[in-house]
């Protein structure tokens, strides 16, 4: 496993901006992993945000955020990001970082399953 940790969610006014990253503490390494985000909104299942494969060249993401959300990586710096624009008040989550210990995304990663690594979650409130 390799433990992760967000930083960046926070307050914003609706059609505002936030740009989430997650980090791999410990000196761990995540360049061969398959990192992904998700939230999870009060009352709510955890869903499926955006995921991007090892290399960055694939990325893929929930229609819900398509358009709005890029997700990025950083391998020197050992960090992921997620660019979110535009957001709306559903955007109001627990966002949280997860790693895949494989290098190619897969589809059950999607649905939380292959997850080697879960962050402990970073709060994104959008006000209307």
């Known amino acids: 496993q390799v433990p992760l940790v967000e930083s960046g969610g926070g307050l914003v006014q609706a059609g505002g901006s936030l740009r989430l990253s997650c980090a791999a503490s410990?000196?761990?390494?995540?360049?061969?992993?398959?990192m992904g985000w998700f939230r999870q909104a009060p009352g709510k299942e955890r869903e499926f945000v955006a995921a991007?494969?090892?290399?960055?060249?694939?990325?893929y993401y929930a229609d819900s955020v398509k358009g709005r959300f890029t997700i990025s990586r950083d391998n020197a710096k050992n960090t992921v990001y997620l660019q979110m624009n535009s957001l709306k008040p559903e955007d109001t989550a627990v966002y949280y970082c997860?790693?895949?210990?494989?290098?190619?995304?897969?589809?059950?990663?999607?649905?939380?399953?292959?997850?080697?690594?879960w962050g402990q979650g970073t709060q994104v409130t959008v006000s209307s």
């Open positions: 997860a790693a895949r210990p494989r290098r190619y995304y897969s589809g059950s990663f999607s649905y939380g399953n292959d997850v080697g690594s």
């Open positions: 410990s000196g761990r390494i995540i360049s061969r992993n398959t």
């Open positions: 991007i494969n090892w290399s960055g060249e694939s990325t």
